[in-house]
């Protein structure tokens, strides 16, 4: 059973220009979460998506990024018009249903690492 | 709101020595708690977790309790391996409408032989 597929690893983008990242849950995992790593920091939480619907995006900046879920395909988190603070490390992370007390468990994908010049 | 601290790193012990990363939190209800581990390079791996008062995680050697009255979750592990080189982050996951894992700053640990 393959785990959560992210790609790119890495991605290098010039200022301005578009980053698209995606994301493939776990099979059988129709739950996805998106955080962010700044360098030497833990991971902050940006947005909680199921298919075709934004659960929570109280992680997420209020300008040039956004996050999708579609019924067929991956998750894709794209960051419009980037700048050097977007450098940073995005995980992926996937589980197969919220329970109501304790949660569920949120397998990571690889991440991955993106770098504004 | 909900919170994760973590003793501050680096720390670096020398191979078969014992292992304490202190965690503690803050939360609204009642959380299940995580240890996750990182290695250079790459994404988390969930390496134990614990979902009510006194549960025990354990996973290759490292155990971790689950105590309420302390709001805590201190990593241990009884003899560490230089394989065991790594970040490791503590993190809790509250529910109650709340999906999101709250992660502690991370500790990295450096094992020499």
């Known amino acids: 059973n393959a785990g959560v597929m992210q790609n790119p690893r890495h991605l290098v983008r010039r200022r301005g220009q578009e980053a698209r990242l995606r994301c493939s849950p776990m099979k059988g995992h129709s739950h996805v979460y998106w955080y962010r790593q700044l360098p030497e920091e833990g991971l902050k939480f940006m947005v909680y998506l199921q298919k075709e619907n934004i659960i929570d995006e109280s992680g997420m900046p209020k300008e040039r990024f956004s996050a999708e879920f579609p019924k067929e395909g991956p998750s894709i988190l794209r960051i419009q018009q980037v700048v050097r603070g977007d450098s940073a490390a995005y995980f992926c992370?996937?589980?197969?249903?919220?329970?109501?007390?304790?949660?569920?468990?949120?397998?990571f994908g690889p991440g991955t690492r993106l770098l504004v010049l | 709101g909900n919170s994760v601290t973590q003793m501050e790193g680096p720390v670096t012990l020398s191979e078969e020595a014992f292992l304490t990363i202190n965690c503690t939190y803050t939360a609204t209800g009642y959380p299940s708690l995580f240890w996750y581990v990182q290695y250079p390079g790459e994404g988390l791996q969930l390496l134990l977790k614990a979902t009510k008062a006194d549960d025990k995680g354990s996973n290759k050697g490292f155990e971790a309790t689950y105590r309420k009255e302390t709001t805590s979750f201190h990593l241990e592990k009884g003899s560490v391996q230089v394989s065991d080189s790594a970040v490791y982050f503590c993190a809790l996951y509250s529910g109650a409408g709340s999906y999101q894992l709250t992660f502690g700053k991370g500790t990295k640990l450096s094992v020499i032989p």
């Open positions: 992370a996937s589980s197969p249903r919220v329970s109501g007390r304790g949660g569920e468990t949120q397998y």
